[in-house]
């Protein structure tokens, strides 16, 4: 039991971010750590018709999909701010309901080696939006057309990349892409 005016760890909750999450955040955290999710790729599977994109012109945003391994950030986010957090989360992530929200483990890349139950979102890929794996100059042309609620597709995958090579993450789709979109930006 934890002492009065102390949180023990196990009073936190763990979110793992892949995409936005991971530079745009918004929810209050105590602290972030780079880690590891087996089982789940990042992938521009989404069809995006609310934040990157509209029912006529559907933009493209990422989706954690099976299969293969991702690094993103872990967020721990204290027991007082877990239930805010989750509702937030829920209202940005859940708008048409593309994706899953599951429980996993994932690896922490702090040097401890340890594991943490992360919340996480999976697509759904029964849902009317999954798009698989689309050819390079379809994804180009989606994303180039598609502008949402949140802003335009473009600025999407651009944020993402630069913030993903901040990380030193390496995903040469997201980069191949975001090079062809600010060339083609001039």
Known sequence: MAAIGKQSKQDRHWIFGYGSLMWNPVFEYESRCMAELRGYRRSLCVKSIHHRGSPERPGLVLGLDRGGMCTGIAFEVSAEKARATMAYLRAREQV???????????????????????????????????????????????????????????????????????????????????????????
């Open 96 to 186: 048409t309901d593309v994706y899953r929200e599951i429980m996993q483990p994932v690896r922490l890349l702090d040097g401890s080696g340890r594991q943490v139950r992360t919340t996480l979102y999976v697509v759904n890929r029964e849902h009317p939006q999954y798009s698989g794996r689309l050819p390079f100059e379809r994804q180009l042309r989606m994303i180039f057309a598609g502008v949402g609620n949140s802003g335009n597709n473009i600025d999407y995958v651009i944020n993402t990349a630069r913030h993903l090579e901040e990380c030193g993450i390496v995903d040469r789709d997201i980069d191949r892409l975001a090079c062809r979109l600010k060339w083609r930006r001039l």
